[in-house]
């Protein structure tokens, strides 16, 4: 079983930076490939950046390509989300989530074991 706590959400002018993070306790962490959803009211859930447990290159949607960078402490058991140049677009509920999968790309919500509460990222224009 895995716990995963979101924190840094906020409101935020828009062009403004949040970093999320997500602490993972439970099973071990570098186990897991680690991501990042979010989800909009209205709208389904949608997938915003991975990071592998190996060293292949954290995966990204195109929406967020430039803007977004995530990246994980082992040591801590965290992964974050750094969002530069926010737009109020970026607007919704984030989600932190764990997958034990072997598959090269995990985009899928299906494709995540583990999730978290989420956290409230506001933009304003």
């Known amino acids: 079983q895995v716990q995963l706590v979101e924190s840094g959400g906020g409101l935020v002018q828009a062009g403004g930076s949040l970093r999320l993070s997500c602490v993972a306790s439970?099973?071990?962490?570098?186990?897991?490939?680690m991501g990042w959803f979010r989800q909009a009211p209205g709208k389904e859930r949608e997938f915003v950046a991975a990071i592998k447990r190996s060293t292949v290159p954290s995966d990204y949607a195109e929406f967020v390509k430039g803007r977004f960078t995530i990246s994980r402490d082992t040591a801590g058991n965290t992964v974050h989300l750094q969002m530069n140049s926010l737009k109020p677009e970026d607007t919704a509920v984030y989600f932190c989530?764990?997958?034990?999968?072997?598959?090269?790309?995990?985009?899928?919500?299906?494709?995540?074991?583990?999730w978290g509460q989420g956290t409230q990222v506001t933009v304003s224009s």
């Open positions: 439970g099973r071990t962490f570098s186990t897991y490939d």
């Open positions: 989530a764990a997958s034990s999968t072997s598959l090269w790309y995990v985009r899928r919500p299906n494709d995540y074991d583990y």
